[in-house]
């Protein structure tokens, strides 16, 4: 059982008394030679064991001899003991003897003072918990170990119209569908819900949280608590099929427009989206070379095209895989070479990446991957601006800007000796770091709208409705994938989708998987995620020297979330 820690010896009047509330100390022992008058009990302490008589009984039989069976066994804990020990023993014995760490008797409690405490606890915890119950708005009901509703609240009323009156007592199976009832899953299973979206009648839509109810590690009752979201599921829906008409509009002005700003491709309204397409759109005003970071998937070449044509360039954009590009044709596919520079050459010569680039841009995709020895060669164009063709004796001039692209964190290669120094320095004069997905969950919707949109118009399938707990689940994961992975997984979607309605049971079973385990609250679970949670907020304000506005910026979260969750997790710094 949870113990609560209470400070200050302050007493939480509807909890069970605590032992030193309880503990009476007028007694005397038997050892004693002179018995106080005020005592109540007399006690006769044997190593462990524990004897006693009543004050009255004592005097009776001091004028004879006291035999020992007049002596009556009392019960004993020690001063650490539970009070729920305590209950369990004054069922047999009337008095409980308290003794310290030594084994001395420090006081004792009996059965007429422990019930009196424990009723005048639970009149409390009954006012407080009547009292609480009938002003809150929200919506709690409770089903007890039969399924017999015994709570629900005026708010449980208001959503399900169903009167207090009519409900208490009775099975909550005979006023909804039993394969509506999430509570009936809570109390067979034992798991709980937070946050999940719920639709206990066909025109109801709610999200719930629900826990069950333990006695001794014994399920007795589950406890439900919702809240309407009906009107919020239709917005939902309308603003989908808004949203649709909206982006088919843009498409239409787009073609339509003479001047196009090649960032409206990148969707994505977040305030940390925004900032990132700020700084791009100022880095596209020049022609020095810009490294693009980010992790797999959150759409590097996406922002190289929208930098390469911001400023309405016609110029060629010419796209380099550098991890596909074997050494022995490095020189060849950047370069090009003269006709019969080599065995099985084209007669007629090649041009090289940097000469189709020749006055636009050459995106230089997973550069990080780029062998040392490739390096060296890509760092001398880069330095003098010139190269020949292989085979060829004629000196071209490289006139391109260079964007670059990379997953890998380039400053650890640079200290490990597998990417060179002077060459990260002449590629990263400009750097974008793209954040990933689970640091914009606000772009989720806007994404989902964007990619139903473009796939129901390829595949010719009409989407009218999402399922509400599709939605959630999309924004609760992580997309370790980024944009790419949730593209691919809508487009699994509209493909699966049954007359018009995309529902969560098509997604991939993995981000299913990882979707029903984020649904189940467990204490310990929640404590690993608080504790990660804390760590990187620290590590990120060491790392920035305790400038939370720099902190917060590298977190991707505002200054204030930053100050709420600091407060919440009790970080000092």
């Not at 003991?81 to 420090?106: F, L, M, P, R």
């Not at 009832?181 to 937070?194: A, P, Y």
């Not at 650890?412 to 750097?431: G, K, P, W």
Request: some cysteine; proline content about 2%; hydrophobic content about 40%.
């Amino acid at each position: 059982m949870k113990k609560i820690q209470i400070g200050g010896g302050f007493f939480i009047k509807h909890l069970l008394p605590r032992i030193e509330d309880l503990l009476q100390t007028n007694y005397s022992l038997h050892s004693d030679l002179d018995i106080n008058n005020e005592a109540a009990y007399i006690f006769k302490q044997h190593h462990s064991e524990v004897w006693m008589l009543t004050i009255n009984e004592y005097l009776h039989f001091k004028s004879r001899d006291i035999k020992e069976f007049y002596w009556k066994k009392a019960g004993v804990f020690n001063e650490k003991a539970i009070i729920q020990d305590v209950i369990q023993e004054v069922q047999t014995s009337d008095v409980v003897v308290i003794t310290d760490g030594e084994g001395k008797i420090k006081g004792y409690i009996n059965s007429a003072v422990l019930v009196s405490k424990v009723f005048a606890s639970y009149q409390y915890l009954e006012a407080y918990f009547k009292t609480m119950i009938d002003t809150m708005d929200g919506s709690v009901s409770i089903v007890d170990e039969a399924g017999k509703t015994v709570v629900w609240t005026q708010g449980a009323e208001r959503i399900f119209s169903i009167p207090k009156e009519e409900i208490i007592g009775y099975k909550m199976e005979e006023f909804f569908p039993k394969d509506m009832l999430l509570n009936k899953v809570t109390m067979e299973t034992g798991q709980s819900f937070r946050q999940k979206h719920h639709k206990p009648r066909e025109d109801l839509f709610v999200m719930i949280n629900s826990s069950p109810i333990f006695i001794n590690d014994r399920i007795v009752g589950a406890v439900a608590a919702e809240t309407d979201i009906t009107s919020q599921v239709i917005m939902n829906q309308e603003l989908m099929n808004a949203s649709s008409k909206i982006l088919q509009l843009q498409k239409e002005v787009s073609r339509l427009q003479l001047s196009h700003d090649s960032f409206q491709q990148i969707k994505g309204s977040s305030q940390l989206m925004k900032e990132t397409i700020s700084l791009s759109r100022k880095m596209s005003e020049t022609s020095a070379n810009i490294l693009l970071l980010g992790e797999t998937g959150v759409g590097k070449e996406v922002f190289a095209k929208a930098i390469h044509f911001y400023r309405g360039s016609s110029s060629p954009l010419i796209a380099v895989n550098c991890g596909a590009i074997t050494s022995s044709l490095f020189e060849s596919e950047f370069f090009g070479y003269e006709k019969g520079a080599f065995s099985g050459a084209d007669v007629k010569g090649k041009k090289g990446k940097l000469e189709l680039a020749h006055g636009g841009t050459l995106f230089l995709d997973e550069i990080g991957d780029l062998p040392l020895d490739m390096q060296v060669k890509l760092l001398r164009v880069l330095q003098d601006k010139t190269y020949y063709r292989v085979g060829g004796t004629k000196q071209l001039t490289a006139e391109c800007r260079i964007i670059a692209a990379t997953n890998k964190d380039l400053e650890a290669m640079v200290e490990a000796n597998t990417f060179r120094e002077d060459l990260y320095y002449r590629l990263n004069i400009l750097s974008i770091t793209i954040p990933p997905l689970r640091e914009r969950k606000e772009d989720v919707m806007e994404l989902l709208h964007q990619f139903i949109y473009e796939f129901s118009l390829l595949y010719h399938r009409t989407i009218k409705n999402v399922d509400p707990q599709l939605t959630s689940a999309l924004i609760q994961y992580d997309w370790p994938g980024n944009v790419r992975e949730m593209r691919n997984v809508i487009e699994r979607l509209v493909l699966l989708s049954v007359e018009g309605t995309i529902s969560i049971g098509a997604l991939p079973p993995k981000l299913l998987q990882s979707t029903l385990l984020s649904t189940t609250y467990d204490d310990s679970l929640q404590d690993d995620l608080n504790d990660f949670e804390k760590n990187k907020i620290i590590e990120a304000i060491q790392t920035e020297k305790g400038n939370k506005q720099a902190a917060a910026k590298k977190l991707g979260i505002s200054r204030a979330t930053l100050y709420n969750k600091m407060k919440k997790l009790k970080i000092k710094l």
